[in-house]
């Protein structure tokens, strides 16, 4: 058969085929001239009779750009995985789902780094596509996604369904693109991937070539398939790119075997992945195993250690924080680094820069994993210049005093930024929790209101406040509401005073301890190290910062003032009778009539005891709205579990 004599499917049928060829197997059987006359000649075609066939390849070149992204529902929840990060934690894993299965057939596959979309299939063709979002709703991004050459325009089953796959930026494609576009580069691939799918001009996805991987199913039709396998077949059946690894294992040690192998193969993909994905096999066993709030319990992903990268360190900067110490910060070249440009990290002080043999203009090695903050972990390269220990405060001028690796401004009463520092801690949440005061405003009280120390928040006036805030309707409103909460913090409960005072190295369950112990600031001040000493967790160290702070004159005129203005609370004695007397307790999720704290003052208040993580150890674990793994422990080890309703019928015995 000669091209010419082709009917408008047989063009399709087999510029689709050849493009299949070409995108999903990586193997074209023709040139690309070939594959570009006979596109012509369709474009042609259509023109002429006003015909485009649903799975016509023109309908990828991408349509007008659109003015905002429209909200798409999922038909059915997608899930997000639970997170391993260890051999020992997945070991955990493996163990929990055997209790439940026996002996489990599992898939291994990798986790590609790129953004997760959902695609709608209805009578064969494609209807949809949306970004995953929240779970439940994701953005619809149908437009850009039919530009994407591996996802199909139509497929052979009939039924209604989803199916999830990851889009994704190849590394030589994104190669290919940068060298096309020198003025104009991308720097990642994940960013790149994922800023072509959600970009409202579907010219863009179209252009940066991206790929989707299939490995899921989500609501369906009259689907028949009973396991990953079977799914993966029919993915494959219709034309899509599946993982690039699916392998079996029935052991932990099996697994951990394929995922060593992938960790060792990496670097050498085509692709970005940061973990690989262990799933139960068969569906029907995935049903037994169920979910919690946020996961499937028959997956988990192993997620490999961070990325490292190496950057130049251009400069230090010290900032000086609440107690006076001063923190270096390193100014970097922009370095992308898990998807996030990296232009500043935290060297914790000075001994550290010597340590790690740190130098100025000299290439560092930078570390993140997920969340965390990057850090640099030591010198990549030699030479660079030194960079030099500061001998005055940035920031004030004086002389600055050195203790073990740190450095700190003593001048405690006229340096800015530590008086800001320290009234922005008194402030906060679990502090003081005076509501309306951000960092910002309390810089404004200091600078322009001649704010120098917590004391003089107290005789504040809604007319000192309100030029502060952004004049509108709402500015006399803002100003009344944080006189109102700064007059409410008078009521503050003794630990989290002690918290606001803001003792070096005293954090919220220190305070707590010296509240219990101590029952007022007044029988605090007057401790001795050996008495602090004698609290448990309390060193030699932190005894001594205690001491210290109480024998500042400052501090104890601070204390003074506050006293007169009515704030000395006491610590309430535990009662021996209430709900919760000899129990450890553990809060979880969210309650909707207390914040956290108050929840444990209440529960500290009736005898109990909070913990911040569940163990064997604990007696009760409270659950509030999303409570998360530590929902999922508790019921695990058969640990009393209430809700909030069960909570307050406790506080009431
Ligand atoms: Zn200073």
């Known amino acids: 058969m000669t091209e010419k004599s082709m009917t408008m499917q047989e063009m399709v049928a087999q510029l689709n085929r050849w493009a299949y060829e070409y995108y999903v197997l990586d193997d074209p059987s023709v040139p690309d001239t070939q594959y570009d006359a006979l596109y012509d000649q369709l474009v042609l075609l259509e023109k002429q009779t006003g015909v485009v066939l649903p799975d016509s390849p023109t309908h990828r070149v991408g349509g007008e750009p659109l003015s905002s992204f429209h909200q798409h529902t999922h038909l059915k929840r997608l899930y997000s995985l639970d997170k391993v990060q260890s051999f020992g934690e997945l070991r955990e894993w493996v163990d929990k789902v055997e209790r439940v299965l026996g002996r489990t057939e599992f ?126 077949e029919f993915l494959r059946g219709c034309g899509m790119r599946t993982n690039y690894v699916f392998e079996k294992a029935y052991t932990f040690e099996q697994i951990k075997a394929i995922i060593e192998k992938i960790g060792s193969q990496r670097s050498s993909y085509d692709f970005l992945i940061d973990g690989v994905v262990i799933k139960v096999n068969d569906f029907a066993l995935r049903e037994r195993l169920g979910y919690t709030d946020k996961f499937p319990k028959w997956a988990v992903a192993y997620k490999f250690d961070a990325e490292q990268v190496t950057t130049t360190l251009t400069d230090v900067e010290w900032q000086v924080g609440r107690t006076g110490k001063l923190t270096p910060i390193g100014k970097l070249e922009a370095v992308e680094l898990c998807g996030a440009t990296i232009r500043r ?20 090695f930078l570390r993140r994993s997920n969340d965390v903050i990057p850090e640099v972990m030591g010198a990549a390269e030699e030479g660079g210049t030194d960079i030099p220990k500061p001998t005055h405060c940035p920031a004030c001028g004086s002389p600055l005093q050195e203790t073990g690796a740190n450095l700190y401004c003593v001048n405690a009463e006229h340096c800015r930024p530590q008086i800001v520092a320290r009234i922005a801690h008194y402030c906060s949440k679990h502090a003081c929790d005076i509501e309306g005061l951000s960092d910002k405003t309390v810089e404004l009280l200091v600078d322009r209101l001649g704010v120098h120390s917590v004391a003089d928040l107290y005789s504040l006036t809604e007319a000192d406040l309100s030029p502060l805030f952004v004049q509108g309707d709402k500015e006399s409103k803002k100003a009344r509401n944080v006189v109102l909460a700064i007059e409410k913090s008078k009521q503050v409960p003794l630990a989290q005073f002690i918290f606001a005072l803001g003792l070096d190295n005293v954090g919220t369950v220190t305070a707590r301890d010296l509240a219990a112990r101590f029952g007022s600031v007044e029988a605090l001040s007057a401790a001795t190290v050996e008495q602090l000493q004698a609290i448990e967790g309390i060193g030699e160290v932190v005894a001594e910062g205690i001491v210290q702070y109480f024998s500042e004159s400052q501090n104890r005129e601070i204390l003074r003032r506050l006293g007169e203005i009515g704030i000395d609370p006491r610590y309430t004695v535990r009662t021996a009778q209430g709900a919760f007397v000899g129990k450890k307790v553990v809060l979880t999720g969210s309650l909707s009539r207390y914040t956290r704290s108050q929840a444990a003052a209440l529960i500290e208040q009736r005898g109990g005891e909070i913990a911040s993580s569940v163990s064997k150890s604990v007696n009760l674990v409270i659950v509030g709205e999303d409570a998360g793994s530590k929902l999922d422990k508790a019921r695990a080890l058969g640990i009393e579990i209430a809700d909030e309703e069960a909570f307050e019928q406790m506080l009431r015995d």
């Open 107 to 232: 898939t291994v596959e990798l986790k590609y780094d790129g953004l997760t979309i959902n695609v709608t299939y209805r009578d064969g063709v494609l209807v949809g596509a949306a970004t995953r979002g929240n779970g439940v709703t994701g953005e619809d991004v149908t437009e850009q996604v039919k530009t994407i050459r591996s996802v199909p325009l139509v497929i052979p089953f009939k039924g209604a369904c989803e199916l999830q796959g990851e889009g994704i930026m190849r590394l030589s494609v994104l190669d290919r693109y940068n060298r096309a576009h020198p003025a104009d580069t991308l720097k990642n691939a994940r960013n790149a991937a994922a800023g072509a799918i959600r970009n409202l001009d579907p010219k863009v996805t179209a252009e940066r070539s991206l790929d989707v991987v299939f490995y899921s199913n989500g609501y369906e039709e009259g689907l028949d398939v009973a396991s990953q396998t079977e799914l993966v």
């Open 345 to 364: 990290a935290t060297l914790n002080n000075y001994g550290d820069i010597l340590r790690k043999r740190l130098k100025k203009d000299a290439l560092v």
